[in-house]
């Protein structure tokens, strides 16, 4: 295991040793494990620590890899070879955030959601990434966060910005402000991976 991904593995295990206060609003149960582009496969062949950690203290972990979503969503489309000739056509296709697949898309991990997990489960999302320019991270987590009763972990790969709350996905883009409870596996004194 990488360096990097072993500190965000000992990051988290730390902040899982804080009991679950009750009550908290549904943003204050989500968590962003923030790392570095380049560390994706090493997190991803590595994600097993994740959930080992997650029930050695206690807790039920469900992972739900994204990554493949929109080959399985394009797919079932009836229309699918008009939209491969003509992408313009799919809803959202200017903005970066395909309407009807990002609104089937939260409707699945709810309807799983609720059906797998309880209030002590860690819902963990993979493959985020797969997602850029097709979906925003925020529409998806705000779409799903009140379905999660325990804590919400998405798998992060960009960067984090402390100052201001600010998430940059794959480093593109402008970023947005969310006051997810960040764990990421850098130096406190500095903002990035």
């Not at 994600?47 to 029930?55: G, K, N, Y």
Request: glycine share 6%; net charge negative; aromatic share 10%.
């Amino acid at each position: 295991m990488s360096s990097k991904v072993s500190k965000l593995v000992s990051t988290y295990r730390q902040h899982l040793t804080v009991p679950w206060q009750a009550g908290l609003a549904a943003v204050q149960r989500v968590i962003f494990a923030v790392y570095d582009k380049s560390d994706e496969l090493r997190l991803r062949a590595n994600a097993e620590e994740f959930a080992l950690v997650t029930q050695q203290a206690g807790k039920q972990w469900l992972m739900i890899d994204v990554t493949n979503a929109f080959p399985q969503w394009m797919s079932e489309q009836e229309y699918r070879d008009a939209y491969f000739e003509s992408p313009e056509d799919l809803a959202g296709y200017q903005t970066g955030e395909l309407t009807e697949f990002v609104t089937d898309l939260i409707t699945q991990l709810k309807t799983r959601i609720m059906a797998e997990a309880t209030p002590d489960t860690v819902v963990a999302l993979l493959g985020i990434g797969s997602l850029f320019g097709l979906a925003r991270v925020s529409t998806l987590v705000e779409g799903i966060k009140d379905a999660v009763s325990g804590r919400l972990l998405v798998f992060f790969p960009g960067e984090h910005h402390p100052e201001n709350h600010t998430y940059r996905l794959l480093d593109a883009r402008d970023g947005w402000n969310y006051l997810a409870v960040p764990l990421c596996a850098v130096d406190a004194a500095s903002s990035r991976i």
